[in-house]
C-alpha cells in the first residue's frame, strides 16, 4: 500500500470509529449522571442548576432556562400561570414551579395533597388514565407525583405533576411534553425530581457560619 491509499484507510476507519461510538450514545438508557441524555436523537448536556430564585437546585438540561414573561404569558395565558416555567430552547418541553402560600404543610401531608388534586384531574380528563401516582423519598423530603396524557386539538401532550413541601408550604411543580417524547423523557423526568434539594436561606447560611465560627 502506499501513502496515499494507507491514508484513506486510515481515515475511513476512523470515520467507522467515530460513527460506532454515536451509535452507541444513542443507544445508552438514558440516565442522568451520565451528564448527558438522548430524546429522539438530539443529546442535551445536564447540569445541576438553582431554580426558584436560588431556593431549590434541581438536575436539569442545561438548555433549561426561565421563559420569558412575554412568551409565559402566551404558552399560559390566565393570572393562574405558574410562578417559574422552565423550558428548552423549542420551548416545546416545560418544567413548572408553582408555591402554594395559602396554608403551611408538613413533608407527611404531601402524599394526600398528591391524591387531592389526582382525583381533580380525573375528574377534569375522565378519559386519561393516571399513571405512575406514587410517593418516594429524594433525601430526607417526600415527593409525590402522578402522569397523565392531555387530549388537545393537535394531539395529546405528556404532563407530569409533583408534589413537596418546601419552606413549610406546598410546592407544586409541574413537566410537560409531546406525547411522541414522552417514553424517554418520562424516565428523565424521574430521575430528575430525585435530585431536588433545598438550598440555605441567607439568614441560615449565617446562623450555620456562626455555629462554625464559635465551634472553632
Not at 7 to 20: F, Q, V, W, Y
Not at 47 to 54: L, R, V, W
Not at 152 to 176: P, Q, T, V, W
Amino acid at each position: 500500500m502506499n501513502n496515499r491509499t494507507d491514508s484513506e484507510e486510515i481515515m475511513r476507519k476512523l470515520k467507522e470509529a467515530k460513527k460506532g461510538e454515536e451509535q452507541e450514545i444513542y443507544t445508552l438508557e438514558n440516565n442522568i449522571q451520565n451528564g448527558f441524555i438522548v430524546v429522539k436523537y438530539k443529546k442535551y448536556d445536564v447540569e445541576e442548576k438553582e431554580i426558584m430564585d436560588g431556593s431549590l437546585a434541581m438536575m436539569m438540561p442545561s438548555d433549561f432556562k426561565l421563559m420569558d414573561e412575554d412568551l409565559a404569558k402566551v404558552k399560559y395565558p390566565g393570572e393562574d400561570r405558574p410562578d417559574y416555567i422552565y423550558s428548552g430552547e423549542d420551548t416545546t418541553v416545560n418544567l413548572t414551579f408553582t408555591m402554594e402560600e395559602s396554608g403551611q404543610i408538613e413533608n407527611d401531608e404531601v402524599k394526600e395533597a398528591k391524591n387531592i388534586l389526582e382525583k381533580q384531574i380525573a375528574r377534569l380528563y375522565p378519559a386519561s388514565k393516571i399513571e405512575d401516582s406514587q410517593t418516594v423519598k429524594a433525601g430526607e423530603k417526600d415527593i409525590s407525583y402522578f402522569g397523565f396524557d392531555v387530549p388537545l386539538l393537535d394531539g395529546k401532550i405528556y404532563n407530569l405533576m409533583f408534589f413537596m413541601e418546601h419552606r413549610s408550604c406546598l410546592l407544586m411543580g409541574a413537566f410537560n411534553c409531546s406525547i411522541h417524547q414522552k417514553k424517554q423523557w418520562k424516565k428523565v423526568i424521574l430521575q430528575m425530581l430525585m435530585t431536588i434539594k433545598e438550598k440555605l436561606q441567607p439568614e441560615e447560611s449565617g446562623q450555620e457560619k456562626g455555629l462554625n465560627a464559635e465551634s472553632r
